[in-house]
Protein backbone atom coordinates (compact mmCIF):
# COMPACT_ATOMS: atom_id res chain seq x y z
CA UNK A 1 0.00 0.00 0.00
CA UNK A 2 1.36 3.88 -0.42
CA UNK A 3 -0.11 7.10 1.16
CA UNK A 4 -1.52 8.94 -1.86
CA UNK A 5 -1.37 12.63 -1.61
CA UNK A 6 -4.21 14.69 -1.41
CA UNK A 7 -4.72 17.94 -4.02
CA UNK A 8 -8.21 19.03 -5.52
CA UNK A 9 -7.67 18.79 -9.10
CA UNK A 10 -3.99 18.45 -9.08
CA UNK A 11 -1.98 15.57 -9.38
CA UNK A 12 1.30 15.56 -7.43
CA UNK A 13 4.76 14.50 -7.78
CA UNK A 14 7.54 14.72 -5.46
CA UNK A 15 10.15 17.42 -6.15
CA UNK A 16 13.50 18.33 -3.99
CA UNK A 17 12.93 22.02 -4.27
CA UNK A 18 9.60 24.10 -3.31
CA UNK A 19 6.80 24.08 -5.86
CA UNK A 20 3.65 26.20 -6.45
CA UNK A 21 0.05 24.88 -7.56
CA UNK A 22 -3.18 26.93 -7.24
CA UNK A 23 -6.72 26.10 -8.07
CA UNK A 24 -9.88 27.56 -8.73
CA UNK A 25 -12.75 25.15 -8.25
CA UNK A 26 -15.48 26.11 -10.12
CA UNK A 27 -14.36 28.65 -12.80
CA UNK A 28 -18.21 29.39 -14.10
CA UNK A 29 -19.87 30.01 -10.83
CA UNK A 30 -23.26 32.00 -10.15
CA UNK A 31 -22.90 35.87 -8.30
CA UNK A 32 -25.25 33.69 -5.48
CA UNK A 33 -22.24 30.99 -5.34
CA UNK A 34 -18.97 30.66 -3.60
CA UNK A 35 -15.73 29.00 -5.50
CA UNK A 36 -13.17 27.39 -3.79
CA UNK A 37 -9.43 29.11 -4.00
CA UNK A 38 -7.02 26.58 -2.75
CA UNK A 39 -3.03 27.54 -2.95
CA UNK A 40 -1.01 24.84 -2.57
CA UNK A 41 2.81 24.80 -1.71
CA UNK A 42 4.85 21.36 -1.95
CA UNK A 43 7.83 20.52 -0.13
CA UNK A 44 8.45 23.95 1.92
CA UNK A 45 11.43 24.27 3.22
CA UNK A 46 9.80 26.83 6.13
CA UNK A 47 6.28 28.59 6.72
CA UNK A 48 4.88 30.49 3.48
CA UNK A 49 3.77 34.11 3.00
CA UNK A 50 0.75 34.14 0.66
CA UNK A 51 0.07 37.16 -1.23
CA UNK A 52 -3.24 36.80 -3.27
CA UNK A 53 -2.57 39.59 -5.55
CA UNK A 54 -5.23 41.01 -7.90
CA UNK A 55 -8.23 40.03 -7.30
CA UNK A 56 -10.63 41.03 -10.39
CA UNK A 57 -14.44 41.25 -9.93
CA UNK A 58 -13.56 38.59 -6.70
CA UNK A 59 -13.45 39.37 -3.11
CA UNK A 60 -12.85 36.94 -0.41
CA UNK A 61 -15.95 35.66 1.56
CA UNK A 62 -13.66 33.46 4.01
CA UNK A 63 -10.25 31.87 4.96
CA UNK A 64 -7.87 31.02 4.63
CA UNK A 65 -8.06 27.73 6.50
CA UNK A 66 -4.71 26.27 6.24
CA UNK A 67 -3.73 22.59 6.20
CA UNK A 68 -0.45 20.07 6.61
CA UNK A 69 -0.50 16.97 3.98
CA UNK A 70 2.15 13.94 4.04
CA UNK A 71 2.03 11.62 1.61
CA UNK A 72 3.79 8.38 0.24
CA UNK A 73 4.06 8.08 -3.65
CA UNK A 74 5.50 4.83 -4.63
CA UNK A 75 7.55 4.99 -1.08
CA UNK A 76 8.75 8.49 -1.69
CA UNK A 77 7.61 11.18 1.22
CA UNK A 78 5.94 14.35 -0.25
CA UNK A 79 4.96 17.07 2.28
CA UNK A 80 2.62 19.60 1.22
CA UNK A 81 0.73 23.11 2.90
CA UNK A 82 -2.10 24.18 1.92
CA UNK A 83 -4.54 27.69 2.01
CA UNK A 84 -7.73 27.21 0.87
CA UNK A 85 -10.49 30.53 0.71
CA UNK A 86 -13.83 30.85 -0.06
CA UNK A 87 -13.88 33.45 -2.94
CA UNK A 88 -17.64 35.47 -4.00
CA UNK A 89 -18.40 37.56 -7.26
CA UNK A 90 -19.15 41.09 -6.99
CA UNK A 91 -21.30 41.49 -10.27
CA UNK A 92 -21.73 39.52 -13.65
CA UNK A 93 -18.73 39.59 -15.92
CA UNK A 94 -15.41 38.58 -16.01
CA UNK A 95 -13.14 37.71 -13.14
CA UNK A 96 -9.48 36.78 -11.98
CA UNK A 97 -7.26 35.86 -9.54
CA UNK A 98 -3.67 36.31 -9.37
CA UNK A 99 -1.30 35.98 -10.17
CA UNK A 100 -0.30 34.49 -6.44
CA UNK A 101 2.92 34.88 -4.65
CA UNK A 102 4.15 32.71 -2.21
CA UNK A 103 7.92 33.54 -0.34
CA UNK A 104 9.16 30.89 1.66
CA UNK A 105 12.52 31.59 3.18
CA UNK A 106 13.94 34.17 0.50
CA UNK A 107 12.50 32.23 -2.60
CA UNK A 108 9.43 33.36 -4.54
CA UNK A 109 6.88 31.59 -6.30
CA UNK A 110 4.36 32.79 -8.63
CA UNK A 111 1.61 31.44 -10.57
CA UNK A 112 -0.25 31.97 -13.05
CA UNK A 113 -3.25 34.13 -14.22
CA UNK A 114 -6.54 31.95 -13.66
CA UNK A 115 -9.20 33.39 -15.18
CA UNK A 116 -13.30 32.72 -14.39
CA UNK A 117 -16.78 33.69 -15.50
CA UNK A 118 -19.23 35.26 -12.74
CA UNK A 119 -22.62 34.25 -14.25
CA UNK A 120 -26.27 35.36 -13.15
CA UNK A 121 -27.98 33.55 -9.97
CA UNK A 122 -26.44 30.04 -8.85
CA UNK A 123 -25.45 27.34 -11.20
CA UNK A 124 -23.76 24.98 -7.85
CA UNK A 125 -26.04 21.97 -7.53
CA UNK A 126 -27.05 21.97 -3.81
CA UNK A 127 -25.10 19.88 -1.70
CA UNK A 128 -26.72 17.80 0.92
CA UNK A 129 -25.99 19.51 4.60
CA UNK A 130 -22.72 19.01 6.42
CA UNK A 131 -18.64 18.88 6.50
CA UNK A 132 -17.19 19.01 2.96
CA UNK A 133 -14.46 16.71 2.88
CA UNK A 134 -10.93 17.99 2.12
CA UNK A 135 -10.39 14.66 -0.48
CA UNK A 136 -11.19 14.24 -3.28
CA UNK A 137 -14.29 11.92 -4.62
CA UNK A 138 -13.92 8.79 -6.41
CA UNK A 139 -15.26 8.70 -9.82
CA UNK A 140 -15.68 4.93 -9.80
CA UNK A 141 -17.62 5.26 -5.85
CA UNK A 142 -21.31 4.97 -7.19
CA UNK A 143 -20.89 2.01 -9.54
CA UNK A 144 -18.44 0.36 -7.32
CA UNK A 145 -20.44 0.37 -3.78
CA UNK A 146 -23.37 -0.82 -6.00
CA UNK A 147 -21.44 -3.95 -6.85
CA UNK A 148 -19.97 -4.93 -3.44
CA UNK A 149 -20.86 -4.25 0.23
CA UNK A 150 -18.74 -2.05 2.12
CA UNK A 151 -16.33 -4.06 4.90
CA UNK A 152 -15.74 -1.98 7.89
CA UNK A 153 -11.99 -0.91 8.76
CA UNK A 154 -10.18 0.05 11.41
CA UNK A 155 -7.94 3.61 11.48
CA UNK A 156 -6.36 5.03 14.06
CA UNK A 157 -4.11 7.49 15.04
CA UNK A 158 -1.89 6.84 18.35
CA UNK A 159 1.77 8.52 19.51
CA UNK A 160 4.59 6.29 20.76
CA UNK A 161 7.56 6.48 23.35
CA UNK A 162 10.12 4.72 23.52
CA UNK A 163 10.39 5.33 27.45
CA UNK A 164 7.89 6.83 29.67
CA UNK A 165 10.43 7.15 32.79
CA UNK A 166 13.56 9.30 32.35
CA UNK A 167 15.67 11.71 34.28
CA UNK A 168 16.19 15.51 33.55
CA UNK A 169 18.03 15.88 30.01
CA UNK A 170 17.68 12.40 28.92
CA UNK A 171 16.12 11.91 25.43
CA UNK A 172 12.91 10.34 24.68
CA UNK A 173 11.90 9.22 20.87
CA UNK A 174 8.16 10.14 20.21
CA UNK A 175 6.36 8.77 17.08
CA UNK A 176 3.21 9.66 15.81
CA UNK A 177 2.49 6.51 13.71
CA UNK A 178 -1.35 5.26 11.68
CA UNK A 179 -2.48 2.28 12.23
CA UNK A 180 -5.27 1.01 9.85
CA UNK A 181 -6.68 -2.51 8.46
CA UNK A 182 -7.63 -0.36 5.22
CA UNK A 183 -7.01 -1.30 1.35
CA UNK A 184 -5.44 2.01 1.11
CA UNK A 185 -4.76 5.17 2.82
CA UNK A 186 -5.86 7.95 0.06
CA UNK A 187 -4.61 11.37 2.41
CA UNK A 188 -3.41 12.89 5.70
CA UNK A 189 -3.93 15.94 6.96
CA UNK A 190 -3.17 17.65 10.19
CA UNK A 191 -5.72 19.19 12.41
CA UNK A 192 -3.91 19.63 15.73
CA UNK A 193 -0.16 18.99 14.62
CA UNK A 194 2.72 17.64 17.06
CA UNK A 195 3.85 20.14 19.61
CA UNK A 196 5.71 19.82 22.82
CA UNK A 197 5.53 22.38 25.45
CA UNK A 198 8.30 21.80 28.43
CA UNK A 199 10.19 19.88 25.97
CA UNK A 200 13.55 20.67 23.79
CA UNK A 201 12.23 18.92 20.27
CA UNK A 202 14.06 18.01 16.98
CA UNK A 203 12.02 16.55 14.46
CA UNK A 204 13.27 13.50 12.43
CA UNK A 205 13.47 14.10 8.57
CA UNK A 206 11.53 10.89 7.11
CA UNK A 207 13.54 8.33 5.05
CA UNK A 208 12.99 8.87 1.29
CA UNK A 209 11.16 5.53 0.96
CA UNK A 210 8.90 4.62 3.42
CA UNK A 211 7.17 1.10 4.07
CA UNK A 212 4.47 -0.14 6.28
CA UNK A 213 5.53 -2.60 8.88
CA UNK A 214 2.68 -5.06 10.08
CA UNK A 215 2.08 -4.69 13.66
CA UNK A 216 -0.49 -6.32 16.50
CA UNK A 217 -2.34 -4.48 18.76
CA UNK A 218 -4.90 -5.60 21.27
CA UNK A 219 -4.95 -9.13 18.88
CA UNK A 220 -5.67 -6.89 15.29
CA UNK A 221 -3.28 -7.05 12.83
CA UNK A 222 -2.41 -3.17 11.45
CA UNK A 223 -0.65 -1.65 8.70
CA UNK A 224 1.55 0.83 10.54
CA UNK A 225 2.81 4.07 8.86
CA UNK A 226 4.89 6.53 10.44
CA UNK A 227 3.61 9.70 9.98
CA UNK A 228 6.42 11.74 12.16
CA UNK A 229 9.41 11.21 14.55
CA UNK A 230 10.68 13.92 16.94
CA UNK A 231 13.54 13.65 19.63
CA UNK A 232 12.55 15.03 22.89
CA UNK A 233 14.76 16.14 25.78
CA UNK A 234 12.50 17.24 29.14
CA UNK A 235 13.51 20.77 30.30
CA UNK A 236 11.81 20.22 33.69
CA UNK A 237 10.85 17.60 35.96
CA UNK A 238 7.56 16.04 37.04
CA UNK A 239 5.13 14.67 34.79
CA UNK A 240 5.36 15.85 31.55
CA UNK A 241 2.71 15.54 29.28
CA UNK A 242 3.01 14.93 25.47
CA UNK A 243 -0.12 16.59 23.77
CA UNK A 244 -2.51 14.51 21.76
CA UNK A 245 -2.18 15.33 17.96
CA UNK A 246 -5.24 15.14 15.63
CA UNK A 247 -5.91 14.42 12.00
CA UNK A 248 -8.07 13.83 9.16
CA UNK A 249 -7.40 10.76 7.23
CA UNK A 250 -8.79 9.61 3.60
CA UNK A 251 -8.92 5.64 2.93
CA UNK A 252 -10.84 3.32 1.18
CA UNK A 253 -12.01 -0.15 2.81
CA UNK A 254 -11.22 -2.65 -0.24
CA UNK A 255 -9.86 -1.85 -3.78
CA UNK A 256 -8.81 1.24 -5.40
CA UNK A 257 -12.15 1.87 -6.57
CA UNK A 258 -13.73 1.03 -3.44
CA UNK A 259 -15.88 3.78 -1.77
CA UNK A 260 -13.83 6.36 -0.40
CA UNK A 261 -14.14 7.36 3.33
CA UNK A 262 -12.87 10.11 5.35
CA UNK A 263 -12.30 10.29 9.07
CA UNK A 264 -10.84 11.82 11.47
CA UNK A 265 -8.95 10.22 14.75
CA UNK A 266 -6.96 11.65 17.45
CA UNK A 267 -4.57 10.32 19.84
CA UNK A 268 -5.27 10.90 23.97
CA UNK A 269 -2.05 12.83 26.01
CA UNK A 270 0.49 10.66 26.92
CA UNK A 271 2.80 11.63 30.61
CA UNK A 272 6.41 11.17 30.78
CA UNK A 273 7.70 11.16 35.11
CA UNK A 274 11.11 13.19 34.67
CA UNK A 275 12.93 12.31 37.93
CA UNK A 276 15.43 14.91 38.98
CA UNK A 277 19.33 14.42 38.56
CA UNK A 278 21.20 13.97 41.84
CA UNK A 279 24.02 16.60 43.07
CA UNK A 280 25.77 17.57 39.96
CA UNK A 281 29.84 16.95 41.23
CA UNK A 282 32.04 19.79 39.99
CA UNK A 283 33.26 19.62 36.42
CA UNK A 284 29.38 18.42 35.11
CA UNK A 285 28.81 20.38 32.27
CA UNK A 286 25.14 19.22 31.30
CA UNK A 287 25.78 15.63 29.54
CA UNK A 288 23.12 12.57 30.06
CA UNK A 289 23.60 9.31 27.86
CA UNK A 290 26.07 7.23 26.60
CA UNK A 291 28.75 10.04 26.51
CA UNK A 292 32.90 9.93 26.65
CA UNK A 293 35.17 12.80 27.02
CA UNK A 294 38.58 12.53 25.41
CA UNK A 295 41.50 15.12 25.02
CA UNK A 296 44.13 15.55 22.90
CA UNK A 297 47.03 18.45 22.47
CA UNK A 298 48.42 19.28 18.58
CA UNK A 299 50.90 19.58 17.96
CA UNK A 300 52.51 18.48 21.53
CA UNK A 301 56.05 20.08 20.91
CA UNK A 302 56.43 23.57 19.37
CA UNK A 303 58.98 25.99 19.20
CA UNK A 304 59.24 29.08 21.76
CA UNK A 305 56.61 31.95 20.26
CA UNK A 306 54.26 29.09 18.47
CA UNK A 307 50.64 28.32 19.53
CA UNK A 308 49.19 24.28 20.71
CA UNK A 309 45.28 23.25 20.29
CA UNK A 310 44.00 21.57 23.07
CA UNK A 311 40.88 19.97 21.93
CA UNK A 312 38.24 18.31 24.54
CA UNK A 313 35.96 15.55 22.41
CA UNK A 314 32.14 14.68 23.89
CA UNK A 315 31.67 12.05 21.60
CA UNK A 316 28.20 9.03 22.05
CA UNK A 317 24.51 8.96 21.92
CA UNK A 318 22.70 11.54 24.14
CA UNK A 319 21.60 15.13 24.55
CA UNK A 320 24.33 16.32 22.57
CA UNK A 321 22.92 19.76 21.88
CA UNK A 322 22.41 20.85 25.26
CA UNK A 323 25.66 20.13 26.92
CA UNK A 324 27.59 23.11 27.90
CA UNK A 325 31.35 24.01 27.02
CA UNK A 326 33.47 21.91 29.33
CA UNK A 327 33.81 23.20 32.82
CA UNK A 328 37.28 22.45 33.50
CA UNK A 329 40.49 22.20 31.45
CA UNK A 330 43.80 20.68 31.48
CA UNK A 331 46.13 23.78 31.81
CA UNK A 332 49.30 25.21 33.34
CA UNK A 333 49.93 28.96 34.43
CA UNK A 334 52.77 28.75 32.36
CA UNK A 335 50.16 29.20 29.28
CA UNK A 336 47.94 31.59 28.02
CA UNK A 337 44.63 30.73 26.96
CA UNK A 338 41.85 31.93 24.71
CA UNK A 339 38.45 31.23 24.68
CA UNK A 340 37.80 28.27 22.94
CA UNK A 341 35.86 27.09 19.69
CA UNK A 342 33.47 24.19 18.73
CA UNK A 343 32.63 22.14 15.91
CA UNK A 344 29.59 19.67 15.83
CA UNK A 345 28.64 16.59 14.34
CA UNK A 346 24.93 15.47 15.40
CA UNK A 347 22.60 13.08 13.82
CA UNK A 348 18.86 12.89 14.52
CA UNK A 349 17.37 9.93 13.87
CA UNK A 350 15.66 6.22 15.37
CA UNK A 351 18.42 6.03 17.40
CA UNK A 352 17.58 9.23 18.83
CA UNK A 353 20.30 12.02 19.07
CA UNK A 354 24.50 10.79 18.63
CA UNK A 355 27.77 12.24 17.30
CA UNK A 356 30.17 14.04 18.48
CA UNK A 357 30.81 17.97 19.94
CA UNK A 358 34.66 19.61 19.93
CA UNK A 359 35.83 22.27 21.90
CA UNK A 360 39.08 23.72 20.82
CA UNK A 361 41.52 25.77 23.03
CA UNK A 362 44.48 27.79 21.59
CA UNK A 363 47.54 27.55 24.04
CA UNK A 364 50.26 30.30 23.97
CA UNK A 365 53.17 29.30 26.29
CA UNK A 366 54.61 32.36 28.49
CA UNK A 367 58.64 30.55 28.79
CA UNK A 368 59.81 27.47 27.20
CA UNK A 369 60.88 24.32 28.48
CA UNK A 370 58.86 21.28 29.57
CA UNK A 371 55.33 22.26 30.49
CA UNK A 372 52.77 19.49 32.05
CA UNK A 373 48.69 20.60 31.63
CA UNK A 374 47.51 19.79 34.79
CA UNK A 375 44.58 16.38 34.47
CA UNK A 376 41.23 17.58 35.55
CA UNK A 377 37.71 15.55 36.12
CA UNK A 378 35.01 16.03 33.66
CA UNK A 379 31.70 13.97 34.52
CA UNK A 380 28.51 12.46 32.71
CA UNK A 381 25.59 11.40 34.60
CA UNK A 382 24.63 7.63 33.33
CA UNK A 383 20.67 7.32 32.96
CA UNK A 384 21.18 3.26 32.88
CA UNK A 385 23.24 3.34 36.30
CA UNK A 386 21.89 6.13 37.76
CA UNK A 387 24.77 8.14 38.55
CA UNK A 388 27.28 10.19 37.46
CA UNK A 389 30.43 8.91 35.58
CA UNK A 390 33.46 10.60 36.30
CA UNK A 391 36.53 11.10 33.54
CA UNK A 392 40.09 12.32 34.12
CA UNK A 393 41.79 14.37 31.23
CA UNK A 394 45.51 14.15 31.56
CA UNK A 395 47.78 15.46 32.51
CA UNK A 396 48.91 16.33 29.28
CA UNK A 397 52.79 17.55 28.22
CA UNK A 398 54.01 20.47 26.31
CA UNK A 399 57.74 20.68 24.92
CA UNK A 400 58.42 23.96 24.01
CA UNK A 401 61.61 24.29 22.27
CA UNK A 402 63.78 27.15 23.53
CA UNK A 403 64.41 29.68 20.20
CA UNK A 404 68.29 30.56 18.85
CA UNK A 405 70.00 33.14 20.69
CA UNK A 406 70.57 36.07 18.52
CA UNK A 407 73.83 38.08 18.39
CA UNK A 408 73.70 41.71 19.43
CA UNK A 409 74.84 43.46 16.43
CA UNK A 410 78.06 45.05 16.63
CA UNK A 411 79.08 47.98 13.94
CA UNK A 412 82.39 46.89 11.95
CA UNK A 413 84.74 49.64 12.33
CA UNK A 414 85.61 51.39 8.90
CA UNK A 415 88.42 49.75 7.32
CA UNK A 416 91.53 52.67 5.67
CA UNK A 417 92.96 52.18 2.71
CA UNK A 418 96.79 51.21 3.74
CA UNK A 419 98.07 53.14 0.20
CA UNK A 420 95.85 55.85 0.96
CA UNK A 421 97.68 56.83 4.77
CA UNK A 422 101.22 57.38 3.40
CA UNK A 423 99.36 59.83 1.06
CA UNK A 424 97.27 61.29 3.81
CA UNK A 425 100.77 61.41 6.24
CA UNK A 426 102.95 62.78 3.51
CA UNK A 427 100.00 65.37 2.43
CA UNK A 428 99.75 66.66 6.11
CA UNK A 429 103.34 66.90 6.53
CA UNK A 430 103.68 68.77 3.09
CA UNK A 431 100.70 71.18 3.84
CA UNK A 432 102.28 73.58 5.76
CA UNK A 433 105.08 73.71 3.44
CA UNK A 434 102.19 74.79 1.32
CA UNK A 435 101.13 77.15 3.42
CA UNK A 436 97.75 75.94 4.41
CA UNK A 437 96.62 77.25 8.05
CA UNK A 438 96.39 75.06 10.76
CA UNK A 439 93.20 75.74 11.43
CA UNK A 440 91.69 74.78 8.65
CA UNK A 441 93.28 71.21 9.20
CA UNK A 442 91.62 70.94 12.85
CA UNK A 443 88.50 72.14 11.41
CA UNK A 444 89.07 69.16 8.72
CA UNK A 445 89.33 66.44 11.00
CA UNK A 446 86.91 66.94 12.88
CA UNK A 447 84.42 66.75 10.05
CA UNK A 448 85.85 63.88 9.17
CA UNK A 449 85.06 62.27 12.69
CA UNK A 450 81.35 63.58 12.78
CA UNK A 451 80.92 61.87 9.35
CA UNK A 452 82.58 58.73 10.30
CA UNK A 453 80.55 58.80 13.55
CA UNK A 454 76.93 59.60 10.94
CA UNK A 455 78.00 56.40 9.23
CA UNK A 456 78.63 53.91 11.95
CA UNK A 457 75.17 55.15 13.36
CA UNK A 458 73.66 54.78 10.02
CA UNK A 459 74.82 50.88 9.72
CA UNK A 460 74.46 49.68 13.47
CA UNK A 461 70.80 51.50 12.77
CA UNK A 462 70.61 49.54 9.44
CA UNK A 463 71.71 45.89 11.39
CA UNK A 464 68.93 46.84 13.89
CA UNK A 465 66.21 46.84 11.22
CA UNK A 466 66.88 44.59 9.38
CA UNK A 467 66.17 42.11 12.86
CA UNK A 468 63.18 41.66 11.85
CA UNK A 469 61.94 39.26 9.75
CA UNK A 470 61.10 40.64 6.03
CA UNK A 471 57.21 40.77 4.89
CA UNK A 472 56.49 37.90 2.59
CA UNK A 473 54.21 37.96 -0.06
CA UNK A 474 50.58 37.26 0.40
CA UNK A 475 51.41 36.99 4.10
CA UNK A 476 48.30 37.67 6.32
CA UNK A 477 47.97 39.86 9.27
CA UNK A 478 47.94 36.82 11.78
CA UNK A 479 50.61 35.57 10.01
CA UNK A 480 53.17 38.73 9.84
CA UNK A 481 51.74 39.29 13.70
CA UNK A 482 53.07 35.66 14.42
CA UNK A 483 56.82 36.33 12.63
CA UNK A 484 56.77 40.03 15.41
CA UNK A 485 56.03 37.63 18.08
CA UNK A 486 59.25 35.52 17.59
CA UNK A 487 61.42 38.02 16.88
CA UNK A 488 60.58 39.73 19.84
CA UNK A 489 60.92 36.77 21.92
CA UNK A 490 64.51 36.49 20.77
CA UNK A 491 65.37 39.89 21.36
CA UNK A 492 63.74 39.61 24.80
CA UNK A 493 66.64 36.86 25.42
CA UNK A 494 69.16 39.14 25.40
CA UNK A 495 67.70 42.57 25.81
CA UNK A 496 66.66 41.64 29.53
CA UNK A 497 69.77 41.06 30.89
CA UNK A 498 71.06 44.41 29.89
CA UNK A 499 70.88 47.36 32.15
CA UNK A 500 67.61 48.92 30.26
CA UNK A 501 65.98 45.40 30.52
CA UNK A 502 64.20 46.25 33.43
CA UNK A 503 62.51 49.68 32.31
CA UNK A 504 61.68 47.89 28.95
CA UNK A 505 59.91 44.99 30.29
CA UNK A 506 56.34 46.51 30.54
CA UNK A 507 56.00 47.68 27.01
CA UNK A 508 57.61 44.42 25.61
CA UNK A 509 54.54 42.24 27.95
CA UNK A 510 51.76 44.81 26.22
CA UNK A 511 53.14 44.07 23.01
CA UNK A 512 53.63 40.67 23.56
CA UNK A 513 49.74 40.44 24.15
CA UNK A 514 48.43 42.66 21.31
CA UNK A 515 50.55 40.13 18.56
CA UNK A 516 48.70 37.61 20.43
CA UNK A 517 45.45 39.47 20.34
CA UNK A 518 45.60 39.70 16.79
CA UNK A 519 47.08 36.27 16.07
CA UNK A 520 44.15 34.56 17.82
CA UNK A 521 41.61 37.19 17.28
CA UNK A 522 38.02 35.55 16.68
CA UNK A 523 37.14 35.41 12.96
CA UNK A 524 40.68 36.88 11.56
CA UNK A 525 39.57 40.25 11.31
CA UNK A 526 41.37 42.62 9.10
CA UNK A 527 44.34 43.97 11.30
CA UNK A 528 46.41 45.16 8.23
CA UNK A 529 46.52 48.45 9.88
CA UNK A 530 47.27 47.19 13.33
CA UNK A 531 49.94 44.82 12.37
CA UNK A 532 51.47 48.14 10.48
CA UNK A 533 51.24 50.09 13.75
CA UNK A 534 52.96 46.75 16.47
CA UNK A 535 55.97 46.25 13.82
CA UNK A 536 57.02 49.97 14.42
CA UNK A 537 56.47 49.86 18.14
CA UNK A 538 58.42 46.66 17.70
CA UNK A 539 61.07 48.27 16.21
CA UNK A 540 61.21 51.16 18.30
CA UNK A 541 61.61 49.29 21.20
CA UNK A 542 64.38 47.07 19.78
CA UNK A 543 66.57 50.71 18.92
CA UNK A 544 65.97 51.56 22.98
CA UNK A 545 67.56 48.54 24.76
Keep these: MALAALAAAAVVTSAADPSLEVTLEPRRFGIEDAARLEIRVLEPSGTPAVDLGALTNLQVAGGPSTGTELSWINGSATRATTFTYMVQGVEVGAAAVGPVTVRIQGLELRSELIAAEIVPGSVVPQQPAGRRSVFPTDPFGDLMQRRQPTRSARVELRQVLDRDRVVLGQPVLARVVLDTTAGGIDGFEWVDAPSYPGWWAQRVEPPERIAGEVVEVDGIRYNRFVVARHVLVPLKTGSLAVPGVGARIGFRTGSLFAPQQVVERTSPELVVAVAPRPPAPVGYAGAVGDLRYTASLEPQRIAF ?241
Design 305 to 545: GESAVLSIELKGSGNLPLVEAPALWPNSADCETYPPEEESSIAFDNRGIHGSRVWRMTLVPRNPGELELAAVELAVFDPAAGSYRKQALGPVRLVVDAPLATPTPVAEPETADPQARPQSAQTVTDAPARGTPQWLWVVGALAVGLLAGGVVTFFVARRRHVALPPRREGESPAERARQLQVALERWWLDARAKPRGEALEGEMQALRRELEAVRFAPGRADHSETVSDLEDRVRGLMRRA
